[in-house]
Structures are given as C-alpha cells and as structure tokens.
C-alpha cells in the first residue's frame, strides 16, 4: 500500500516517483568543480614561485609575467585524484605579497569540468591562501528560427591552508560565492530559465576531494524549463554525496536523502 503522503495532490502529479536530480545538482557540481581546481593550481603556482621544491611544477621564465607549468601524473594527481596526465599552464603576475594567475586546463583535461579559469587574485596569509574570482560571460546566438542569450555570473571566494607543505593533497579547502546564470531563447518555442547557485563554507578536508566534509549550498532554479529549489548540507563521510535538508516541488521526495554529486565529467 502506496504511503499516505502520495495521496496529497502536490505529489500525486509526480507519481511517487523520486525525480532526476542530475538538473538541480549539477549547477553545485559545476561551482565546485572549478573552485577546487583553482585552489589547487593557485597553491601549486604559489609554492614554485616562492622557491619550494615540487613534483608537480616547473617555472618557466617569462619577460614581465610568469609561467607555471602543472605536470599531472603518477607523482602530482589531478586535483579531485582521477587518472589523468597532461599539462595544467598557469601565467600571471606574482609578488610575495600577491598574484594574479589565469589557468588553462585544455591540455589536461580529461575528466575536468573545468576548462579555464580567468584572473584569480591570490594573496598568501602565511601558510594560508585568499582566492578571489569574479566572471561575467554574456552570449548571444541566432538562427533562422530563433534567437539565444545567455548571461552567466560568477563570484567566490577560497581559502587554502596549505599546511606549509608543498604538497597539494594535504590542503584544506574552503568555499564561499556561487553563481547565477539566465538563459533566454525566442522564436517557434519561448523559453527563459534561471539558476542560481549559493554555497556557505563548504569545507573540503585533507585526503577527501569526493565532497566537501562541512558547510551547506543551495541551487535554485526558475523558469518556463521548469523549477525547483534544494538545500544541502555536506557532511563528514567521504562517500561523494551530500544530504538533502529543504526541498520544494519537484524534488520533495529527495528531502532527508543523500545524494551523489560529481565534479568530472
């Protein structure tokens, strides 16, 4: 016998049935699967500027700026620890006292969500790491039959202790921002959809890069695509999920329910 709450209307129309939440958890997924990668690459460039001795990293000389090539393999893992190898290029302008890098993940990205990361400005508190990022994309697209535009905002902030060592998979790393984007489309079919994407402190622990180990996020979405809102709160296990704590319609059949997130592709 079906339970009690499948009588009520609101989820009648979903048929008792839990709904995909790849739509609403991958915009989380997103946001953190570039954060964790410009930690890792801010922390690596920062420590081969500064002098240290790494297995990952090679400066390469530059008039006026500076080049950090990031080799992944065997002895310098991916920053989530996916098999991978290839080339992590970051260039810049670095001091002691601050630095300002832009990343280029094509030639390794194999798995990555992340492609590019534009001006990340870091400024090294002891053994401790500030990033800051902020982008504002704008496309437009037209055919025949319609016309596209989409806006995509984005602003975080990260902290890296890096525990003294030059050893990236011993950081502990912290996130706070998120991102907005809207999608509009015109022609035989209107559309316009917004997501939104607002993480607290969202803590990952040293050893674990499969979910952060504390902190809480919220995606919601809006729009003629169609809705939803979840709140998550990520917790200690290292297991790649996060549970679920407030949900509204589609997806209250998720609420007080784990749920797998993945930053690779």
Request: proline content about 6%.
């Amino acid at each position: 016998m079906r339970p009690f709450y499948c009588l009520l209307s609101a989820l009648a129309l979903l048929g008792c049935k839990q709904p995909d939440s790849h739509v609403i958890v991958h915009p989380l997924e997103s946001t953190l699967g570039v954060a964790v990668p410009a930690a890792f690459t801010a922390a690596v460039a920062m420590s081969a500027l500064s002098g240290q001795v790494s297995p990952c990293a090679t400066v390469i000389p530059q008039p006026n700026s500076s080049r950090i090539d990031i080799h992944l393999g065997p002895g310098c893992p991916s920053p989530f620890g996916n098999e991978t190898n290839g080339t992590i290029v970051v260039t810049g302008v670095w001091t002691p006292q601050l630095a300002t890098f832009l990343a280029d993940f094509t030639e390794a990205n194999q798995g990555l969500l992340v492609q590019k990361i534009g001006s990340m400005t870091v400024v090294p508190q002891g053994s401790r790491l500030i990033i800051a990022y902020a982008q504002q994309d704008v496309s437009f697209g037209t055919d025949s039959q319609a016309t596209m535009v989409g806006l995509e905002q984005i602003a975080w902030a990260v902290e890296v202790d890096t525990l003294g060592t030059a050893d990236p998979s011993d950081d502990i790393i912290s996130v706070s921002g998120g991102d907005q984007s809207l999608f509009a489309a015109s022609g035989a079919v209107t559309a316009a959809n917004a997501t939104q994407v607002a993480v607290g402190d969202a803590v990952f622990h040293s050893g674990c890069r499969r979910n952060p180990n504390e902190g809480i996020a919220a995606v919601q979405q809006v729009g003629t695509l169609g809705g939803g809102w979840l709140l998550f709160n990520f917790h200690s296990a290292c297991d790649g999920k996060a549970d679920v704590v407030g949900a509204l319609a589609p997806y209250e059949l998720m609420l007080g329910r784990p749920v797998p997130i993945d930053f690779l592709q």
